[in-house]
């Protein structure tokens, strides 16, 4: 299949003369942007993984460093249908051949990328000088000049804008971006096609790593006696220990399926440091138990299922490999020691959070403010925890109207638990388009928002949905002491309560779905129904 370059190219140019004062829409329009190049590390020749800068990628389909796109667009002219597009891709040279894998040939990549025209970056300057002729009062748009999210352009071919005879038009980096960010706010079927994939693979990924858990579970992990002594453990032989394990169980399923890239790194969070929610060390072992005697003997048999008893402990994994640039991001808790099985402190709250994901599932429909999913996973938080007892009832000894369910959420104190944003746009990436999900002018956000004003302060996306978007839903519920510290005297909390459940660290859920005309679809394919993570994490599946 071919990428729908076009498509973008024309979207993006109607996105910008929405942006553009009125008196600029009617002029020729042009767009002159960068690819990412090689990177290396630091002052050395070590080269870093080339991952193609998103914006160039949804212009052009093409991963080639060193790329340039030129593209001309005219309201109320053929190039309004049609913009011309041409795509400049680097000349194969002696040694890249010889280092690495070379770009592909102009023939090549002319059966490859839907461009009017392909050719080599020196003739970019000719093919500049033909459109100011063509269209002397052009304006002419680049990304972000000098920035250091964006690869820069060249002087020379702006400057050849600007000093071109008889040249009436313009440089400015002023609407493209905005413009782009708008365009890739919602996903046409070709994007939902690779997302679809990217979440396929990364579903798989996380089953992997809990069935791992689950066959250690029940000693169906066996290692002969030479295994981690007289040769390596090989992959049928690894047992996961550690977060580092799981991590790169994880990213190893998704490699062997085709992934280049995971769409953000992992975190791995095992036990108490499951409440740091962008915990990226992975380099902590599991907790577990006490040393029985002698077993500082045992000769690496404390690598034996069958010997190391865990505490029971959740581990969270939040991660997500791309496909074709596009992302994946997939949350699941899941639990160790324990045979597999959540503790019952473990098992309500990983409930409760299950609740507050369905109830934002239930109200996802295009033309509904992202702010109300917000306000339902605190609401939904709220009643939960009134009915463990974390959160006190009016109904309770020395209490009253002030432990109402509206008092509580008027208070603020649910953020000390769910502290982050339900959820965010994901494309091309994983935190995507955030000028256009999180505007800085935005008159879409309800004038009073229901509930404490601290429920949205890190929220990524205040929008109403729309049809085509894609969205994370992840409602979470954590136990951190520094989050904590500030309600300790909280006059709604049952402290003593609270005190058993904060063992169990921070639970987090989350699916990728894709706002439809009739409501969603979840595009995660994992399921997360405790009945089944057990069953696997226990080996029994």
């Not at 996105?15 to 929405?18: A, E, N, S």
């Not at 990549?109 to 080599?120: C, Q, W």
């Given at each position: ?7 973008h190219?024309t979207?993006?140019?109607e996105?910008?003369?929405?942006l ?11 767009l002159?942007?960068?690819?990412g ?8 020749d ?21 790329s340039f796109v ?5 309201a109320g002219t053929?190039?309004e249908?049609?913009p ?8 194969a040279?002696?040694?890249d ?11 090549e ?12 970056p ?19 748009h ?9 690869p ?29 960010h ?8 070709a994007?939902?096609e ?14 992997v ?30 047992l ?16 062997r ?37 002698h077993d500082?003997?045992n ?29 994946s991001?997939i ?12 503790t ?15 109830a934002?599932?239930d ?8 702010d ?10 709220v009643?939960g925890?009134?009915?463990l007892g ?6 309770d000894?020395?209490s009253?109207?002030w432990?109402?369910?509206e ?9 000390a ?6 959820g965010?746009?994901l494309?091309?990436?994983v935190?995507?388009?955030p ?12 004038s009073?928002s ?7 302060s890190?929220?990524?996306?205040r929008?109403p949905?729309?049809a ?7 409602p979470?519920?954590?136990f951190s002491?520094?989050?904590?510290a500030?309600?300790r005297?909280?006059?709604h ?6 005190a ?8 987090r ?12 679809e ?7 129904d ?7 994490c226990?080996?029994s599946?």
């Open positions: 299949m071919t990428y729908p370059a076009r498509n190219v979207k993006t140019f996105q910008l003369l929405k553009l004062p009125v008196n600029e829409r009617t002029k020729p329009q042009a002159l942007v960068a690819g190049v090689q990177e290396f590390r630091n002052d050395t070590r080269e870093i993984i080339f991952r193609q800068e998103s914006n160039f990628y949804y212009l052009t389909g093409c991963n080639v460093p060193s030129l593209a001309v667009y005219q053929s190039l249908q049609s011309a597009f041409d795509l400049f891709i680097p000349k040279e002696l040694a051949i010889m280092w690495s894998v070379p770009p592909p040939s102009l023939e990549a002319r059966e490859k990328y839907d461009a009017t025209r392909i050719d080599h020196a003739s970019l300057p000719g093919v500049l000088e033909t459109v100011l002729k063509a269209y002397p009062d052009a304006l002419f680049t990304l972000p000049k000098d920035h250091p999210h964006f820069k352009l060249p002087s020379q071919y702006t400057d050849l804008v600007l000093s071109a005879e008889g040249q009436h038009g313009a440089v400015t980096d002023a609407y493209l971006l905005s413009a782009l708008h365009a890739r706010l919602t996903k046409d079927a994007e939902i690779e997302i679809r994939r990217a979440n396929a693979t990364s579903s798989r990924s996380h089953e790593v809990m069935r791992v858990l689950g066959q250690a579970v029940q000693g169906k992990i066996k290692r002969d006696a030479a295994a981690g002594i007289e040769r390596p453990l090989l992959p049928a032989e690894w996961i220990e550690t977060e580092g394990e799981a991590e790169a169980i994880f990213v190893a399923s998704c490699r399926e085709g992934s280049i890239h995971q769409a953000y790194p992992p975190i791995v969070a095992a036990s108490s440091r499951a409440s740091t929610l962008h915990y990226c060390c992975n380099d902590k072992a599991f907790a577990w138990g006490p040393i029985k005697p500082h003997l000769r690496q048999q404390l690598s034996d299922a069958s010997t190391k008893e865990f505490v029971p402990q959740v581990l969270l994994i939040d991660a997500g490999c791309e496909w074709n640039n596009y992302a991001d949350t699941r808790t899941m639990p160790v020691g324990n045979g597999g099985k959540f019952p402190e473990a098992k309500a709250i990983y409930e409760l959070v299950l609740e507050m994901q369905k934002s599932f109200a996802l429909k295009p033309g509904f403010h992202w109300g999913i917000q306000h339902i996973c605190h609401s939904t938080l009643r925890f009134q009915r974390i959160f006190k009832k009016p109904n000894p020395d009253g109207s432990n109402s369910e008092a509580i959420l008027a208070s603020g104190v649910s953020s638990f769910f502290p982050h944003g339900v965010h746009s494309g091309l990436d935190h995507d388009v000028s256009a999900s999180k505007p800085s002018v935005n008159a879409t956000i309800p009073l229901p509930g404490d004003a601290s429920y949205y890190y929220l990524r996306l929008l949905l729309e085509g978007m894609v969205v994370t839903v992840e979470g519920i954590y002491p520094h989050l904590l500030p309600v005297d909280s006059k909390i049952n402290h003593e309560v609270l058993s459940y904060e063992s169990v660290g921070g639970v859920i989350e699916d990728v779905v894709h706002i439809t005309e009739a409501g969603y979840n595009l995660t394919t994992v399921r997360s405790v009945e089944w993570v057990e069953s696997v226990s080996g599946a």
